[in-house]
């Protein structure tokens, strides 16, 4: 199975600030990498698919970047509404998410 | 509108069985792959299974392979999981989520709001 490491596990910001949240894959992925948002008690919502494009209706503040083992999900400023769990997931193998970043106001 | 509704959680003892369902709407249910995800109480997601548009394949993680079974009705527009051998370890909330595929790319692009299982004594 492909591993993937998210980092932090957890961070806090403050309204406006630029916030960036890793993943490393186990192995050569592409660019098979996705990343979702999940509200507390809330189904997750995709944001960004294959890497770096944006799924429709979110707000250009999310983007994502990276290939290969290192991928990159920024945030470019922090709005309350963006407090929420990030997961990114592979799907170059039977799909596997990363597990969690939790962000926080400060 | 996209619309994913599970059913079918609740309270089991370990051993038990289970069945969850996932109604779908507004989508041609017919021509997509669908998918269990599965999140244990504060913790992270964890995919359990897909079937393709026709069912012709179909995948299961490991942990719970050769106890779980999805299957589908296109004609019911329905999406299911039966769960066999159920083990304190598969108490989570279950998400149905539709999987679409464009050349190479990938992406749960919908899911429902999930439905609850407990496997307790």
């Known amino acids: 199975d492909i591993q993937m490491t998210q980092s932090p596990s957890s961070l806090s910001a403050s309204v406006g600030d630029r916030v960036t949240i890793t993943c490393q894959a186990s192995?050569?992925?592409?660019?098979?990498l996705n990343w979702y948002q999940q509200k507390p008690g809330k189904a997750p919502k995709l944001l960004i698919y294959?890497?770096?494009n944006l799924e429709t209706g979110v707000p250009s503040r999310f983007s994502g970047s990276g290939s290969g083992t290192d991928f990159t999900f920024t945030i470019s400023s922090l709005q309350p509404e963006d407090i929420a769990t990030y997961y990114c997931?592979?799907?170059?193998?039977?799909?596997?998410f990363g597990g969690g970043t939790k962000v926080e106001i400060k | 509108e996209v619309q994913l509704v599970e059913s079918g959680g609740g309270l089991v003892k370990p051993g038990g069985s289970l069945r969850l369902s996932c109604a779908a709407s507004g989508f041609t249910f017919s021509s997509y792959s669908m998918n269990w995800v599965r999140q244990a109480p504060g913790k992270g997601l964890e995919w359990v299974s897909s079937i393709s548009s026709s069912s012709s394949y179909i995948y299961y993680a490991d942990s719970v392979k050769g106890r779980f079974t999805i299957s589908r009705d296109n004609a019911k527009n329905s999406l299911y999981l039966q769960m066999n051998s159920l083990r304190a370890e598969d108490t989570a909330v279950y998400y149905c989520?539709?999987?679409?595929?464009?050349?190479?790319?990938?992406?749960?692009?919908?899911w429902g709001q999930g439905t609850l299982v407990t496997v307790s004594s």
């Open positions: 294959d890497a770096s």
């Open positions: 192995q050569d992925i592409s660019n098979y």
């Open positions: 997931q592979q799907y170059d193998n039977l799909p596997t």
């Open positions: 989520a539709r999987g679409l595929k464009y050349s190479s790319s990938w992406r749960l692009d919908y």
